[in-house]
């Protein structure tokens, strides 16, 4: 079963809803819906294919930072219920950086990884 169609995306952050407009003349003018804004519940499709990393650009030496880290589905959408471990690794040491990483429930499918550096 797929959820969403092909090329479709739900940020990975919660919204308040959808403003939905229709173009009844195809002349470009879109009027907005009497339901609008309609709230929409994503459900992601649950496989994980890929993370997420958001990490700072360039940082100096002895500088700390985070990161974070999102489960997303094929289409982008974020898998609020991922639950695994997952491992954390790079080419250059990086101090305070864990072996591994757990997504928790509490987590809603990003971790963040603070003290590094």
């Known amino acids: ?5 092909l090329g ?8 308040q809803g959808i403003i939905i407009g229709v173009d ?8 907005s819906l009497e339901v609008s804004p309609l709230l929409v519940e994503f459900i992601p499709d649950p496989p994980v294919r890929r993370y997420h990393v958001v990490a700072p650009f360039r940082v100096s030496p002895g500088e700390e930072f985070s990161i974070s880290i999102s489960a997303l589905d094929i289409n ?18 990086i101090e305070g950086l864990p072996n591994r ?5 509490e987590d ?10």
Not at 24 to 31: E, L
Not at 76 to 93: E, F, M, T
């Open 8 to 15: 479709s995306a739900a940020y990975p952050f919660v919204t």
């Open 76 to 93: 982008g959408n974020l898998i609020v219920n991922h639950r695994r471990n997952v491992i954390l690794a790079s080419d250059k040491p």
């Open 1 to 5: 079963m797929r959820y969403g169609s």
């Open 24 to 31: 009844p003349h195809g002349d470009g003018i879109f009027k």
């Open 101 to 105: 990483a757990s997504f928790t429930e």
């Open 108 to 117: 809603s499918g990003t971790i963040k990884v603070d003290d590094l550096g």
